[in-house]
């Protein structure tokens, strides 16, 4: 086998161990079996279990990053709200196509070890860093309001990561509509909950 598809498969049985017994719970004795590789072969591509991980959270955040299009504003072009529209799709679609990892990120903080805390910690930050930037782009581009632009990206993040969970413990983890529920999201942080014409004095 190549060795980038031997360190993908790697990968992938890993995290799916990891999204069904949790990171600790998983050995590297288990990730070998599943991958059907010798023990020596794990090593060749990765120190050790951790090294595994910050990988696979190193990937997913470029997954979301190479997801998020740049709004380009032009009368032939797809409307502003389309294109934001469809980077919300994007990544919610990549989310709920790696369920495993999904549930890694939503369900794995309780009783870590700091270093894995912190690594969890260094992705969000990363995750709300990309929508910073995005919002403050807006903001030149007039599409976003004056704003705090990090409490906004805070929001942004926390908001969707209960979202989400929520869909993990009821449903599965399974999006029956991502489109409407990618609309549902824009909605909200664009228009917020009061009804139109409502404001609070």
Do not use: W
Request: charged share 25%; net charge negative; proline share 2%.
């Amino acid at each position: 086998m190549d060795p980038s598809e031997r360190r993908r498969q790697i990968l992938t049985k890993a995290v799916e161990l990891f999204g069904k017994n949790g990171y600790h719970a998983t050995s590297i004795s288990q990730i070998i079996q599943a991958a059907g590789i010798a023990r020596g072969t794990f090593y060749l591509y990765f120190e050790n279990k951790r090294a595994l991980f910050d990988e696979l959270l190193d990937d997913m955040l470029r997954g979301i990053a190479a997801r998020i299009r740049t709004v380009v504003i032009s009368n032939q072009g797809p409307s502003a709200r389309d294109q934001i529209m469809q980077n919300l799709v994007n990544v919610i679609e990549l989310l709920s196509e790696n369920r495993a990892f999904l549930s890694i990120l939503l369900e794995g903080a309780v009783g870590l070890d700091k270093g894995f805390a912190d690594k969890l910690a260094d992705f969000y930050e990363a995750a709300v860093e990309i929508v910073r930037a995005s919002l403050d782009l807006g903001q030149k581009m007039e599409l976003v309001r004056p704003c705090n632009t990090h409490i906004a990206a805070l929001a942004v993040i926390g908001g969707l990561k209960e979202i989400l969970h929520d869909i993990l413990r009821h449903e599965g983890g399974r999006i029956e509509d991502i489109e409407a529920l990618a609309c549902e999201v824009l909605d909200m942080f664009s228009r917020g909950v009061l009804a139109k014409g409502v404001s609070i004095p």
